[in-house]
T-cell receptor, first 114, second 115 residues
Framework: QQQVKQSPQSLIVQKGGISIINCAYENTAFDYFPWYQQFPGKGPALLIAIRPDVSEKKEGRFTISFNKSAKQFSLHIMDSQPGDSATYFCAASMKEGGSEKLVFGKGTKLTVNP | EPEVTQTPSHQVTQMGQEVILRCVPISNHLYFYWYRQILGQKVEFLVSFYNNEISEKSEIFDDQFSVERPDGSNFTLKIRSTKLEDSAMYFC?????????????FGSGTQLSVL
């Protein structure tokens, strides 16, 4: 119930294309859904995040789409660039037992070919 | 830009040996975390630390693990007797405030290989 399932495991996109990474969760207690971007040799860094009271959030070329009824959320990268090549993690957080828990997906390795 | 620094970037050890993974959090941060990622698996929470004591720990963080802030700047994770299954990337993270995920900064990780 605390799992966040992420797909695909890897993704190859041509420059200028749209990259789409999907995540699904079971526990409706999750109330915050961040996406992290990790470049090789670096730690994960927060990219964009959404709360379940909105269905979409856009920051530049990055958009989160959130479907509360389906318990799914996705990251869309428009006009993908080679510099976007990285591993992307979705995550979800919830309050449990007086503390907050952040649960990650397994990650998607995105390669954008020039 | 301030960053969380982890050393070493790669540690190789023999099974049963003790290892210490080191982290230097961002200087004004008060909350510290360790996460790990086994190859091909999700990033998992290990432990959080505040005010010189453990705030929370996961079921992974058993008696073989300990954390310490020995000198006010370093934050260490010790594994007393490493097992093969401890092989993973270990991430340190720090935050100025508690549980504001937007303010959580990760280090670049230590890849631990237990042989």
């Amino acid at each position: 119930q605390q799992q966040v399932k992420q797909s695909p495991q890897s993704l190859i996109v041509q420059k200028g294309g749209i990259s789409i990474i999907n995540c699904a969760y079971e526990n409706t207690a999750f109330d915050y859904f961040p996406w992290y971007q990790q470049f090789p040799g670096k730690g994960p860094a927060l990219l964009i995040a959404i709360r379940p009271d909105v269905s979409e959030k856009k920051e530049g070329r990055f958009t989160i789409s959130f479907n509360k009824s389906a318990k799914q959320f996705s990251l869309h990268i428009m006009d993908s660039q080679p510099g976007d090549s990285a591993t992307y993690f979705c995550a979800a957080s919830m309050k449990e037992g007086g503390s907050e828990k952040l649960v990650f997906g397994k990650g998607t390795k995105l390669t954008v070919n020039p | 830009e301030p960053e969380v620094t982890q050393t070493p970037s790669h540690q190789v050890t023999q099974m049963g040996q003790e290892v210490i993974l080191r982290c230097v959090p961002i200087s004004n941060h008060l909350y510290f975390y360790w996460y790990r990622q086994i190859l091909g698996q999700k990033v998992e929470f290990l432990v959080s630390f505040y005010n010189n004591e453990i705030s929370e720990k996961s079921e992974i963080f058993d008696d073989q693990f300990s954390v310490e802030r020995p000198d006010g700047s370093n934050f260490t994770l010790k594994i007393r007797s490493t097992k093969l299954e401890d092989s993973a990337m270990y991430f340190c993270a720090s935050s100025e405030v508690r549980v504001i995920w937007e303010k959580l900064f990760f280090g670049s990780g230590t890849q631990l290989s237990v042989l």
